[in-house]
Antibody, heavy 124, light 106 residues
């Protein structure tokens, strides 16, 4: 079955750029949406954004100015960059596979496979 | 921006039925899904498209969505169901999560 694994630095300095990669194994990255979600310690989930294998993206409006996502189908992986980080960006970052479609007039989007998450701390 | 509201906590006795609500403007006109998250673990999808269960999810998990409220129902709640539960929907090209509900089985 498909498995996701996040990787990247666990510590990032304030004002710098957080960079994470999610490697997809056990299946093809093609024809799916791939998402990033984060969770500060003791708090709820926050959707960061998603990217389709064509490169099309949707970002959370609250983070849009700082977020860039990319996909590398040849390596079966996708990436997240978050610029100008502050302590408020300290969180566990998850990657996930998004399933989408339309039934009748309703659009659905949910994440059926999640990575184990990686902790990123923003501190000098 | 669109918001989903969940009660912070719900308590249930073992064997009883637990109901967790998720409220949002005209949520019934969207599809809702639910994730279960146990401490130190990644979220797991338990309900999608309002009331469908992924493979491997016990039948005691069910869902509904109408009007402004989606509901996750756990029948015959077991101790292993104690976890945080999050609803999620899609609005204006954005994924939106509820704030989460801690389900306590006592």
């Amino acid at each position: 079955q498909v498995q996701l694994q996040e990787s990247g630095p666990g510590l990032v300095k304030p004002s710098e750029t957080l960079s994470l990669t999610c490697i997809v194994s056990g299946g093809s990255i093609s024809s799916y949406y791939w998402s990033w979600i984060r969770q500060p310690a003791g708090k709820g989930l926050e959707w960061i954004g998603r990217i389709y294998t064509s490169g099309s993206t949707n970002y959370n409006p609250s983070l849009k100015s700082r977020v860039t996502m990319s996909v590398d189908t040849s390596k079966n992986q996708f990436s997240l960059k978050l610029s100008s980080v502050t302590a408020a960006d300290t969180a566990v970052y998850y990657c996930g596979r998004g399933l989408v479609g339309t039934v009748g007039r309703y659009y659905y989007y949910h994440m059926d496979v999640w990575g184990k998450g990686t902790t990123v701390t923003v501190s000098s | 921006s669109y918001e989903l509201t969940q009660p912070p906590s719900v308590s249930v006795s073992p064997g009883q039925t637990a109901s967790i609500t998720c409220s949002g403007d005209k949520l019934g006109d969207k599809y809702a899904c639910w994730y279960q998250q146990k401490p130190g673990q990644s979220p797991v999808l338990v309900i999608y498209q309002d009331n469908k269960r992924p493979s491997g999810i016990p039948e005691r998990f069910s869902g509904s969505n109408s009007g402004n409220t989606a509901t996750l129902i756990i029948s015959g709640t077991q101790a292993m169901d104690e976890a945080d539960y999050y609803c999620q929907a899609w609005d204006s090209n954005t994924g939106v999560f509820g704030g989460g509900t801690k389900l306590t089985v006592l």
